[in-house]
């Protein structure tokens, strides 16, 4: 055998390893992530801090919530699926609370099944903030201030001034009627969606 023949397979094995595997270049960080992971993974960690919104007494806490409010916001309506997945998954009822807040200010046609999924929510102040963001988003009530038949809207007593007033009597309606509420924005959503725009 010469040296020709020795080669031959040499230099096909060679050109074989030498296909060409090029891809897009993957954009990385010094620490090695890439920026989408690294986005996603900021906004887990601002997700994780609205947890700090549980005790409304403690003005540490508190500022810590609203921070996160507030860079949440701040990253706008791209970051729209990744919270709804947060509010459909979280287990603090405070997360919840700030996630619904957020959307409230950045949110799309998309999130509205989000929010009506959390009006029999089991932490009554959940509820009402997604009604509440879904009466602005949509321009609609499902309670009504003024009618003679139904549920009518939760509103304390003239002579009840506590600062949690409100909170409480909306936490025994929504007991009662959070099912039905929750049914009411459904079938009011599926025969509207089609004309709301969210501004």
Request: hydrophobic content about 40%; glycine content about 4%; overall charge negative.
């Amino acid at each position: 055998m010469n040296h020709r023949q020795l080669l031959l397979p040499l230099v096909v094995l060679l050109l074989a390893g030498c296909e060409d595997t090029r891809s897009e270049p993957v954009m990385t960080t010094p620490e090695g992530d890439s920026p989408v992971v690294q986005e996603r993974s900021a906004v887990d960690q601002l997700v994780a801090q609205l947890a700090s919104g549980r005790d409304p007494t403690d003005a540490k806490a508190s500022k810590r919530y609203d921070e996160a409010v507030s860079t949440l916001i701040a990253r706008g309506s791209a970051i729209e699926p990744q919270l709804i997945d947060h509010l459909r998954r979280a287990q603090d009822w405070s997360i919840r609370l700030g996630l619904i807040e957020v959307l409230q200010a950045t949110g799309s046609k998309a999130c509205i099944e989000h929010l009506i999924v959390m009006l029999d929510d089991e932490q009554p102040l959940v509820a009402h903030r997604a009604n509440a963001t879904l009466e602005e988003f949509c321009q609609h009530q499902e309670i009504p201030r003024t009618a003679k038949s139904g549920p009518l809207a939760p509103v304390p007593k003239p002579t009840d001034l506590a600062l949690d007033a409100e909170e409480r009597v909306w936490a025994a309606w929504h007991g009662e009627y959070k099912h039905a509420l929750k049914i009411a924005w459904q079938s009011w959503w599926d025969a509207n969606r089609d004309q709301v725009e969210i501004k």
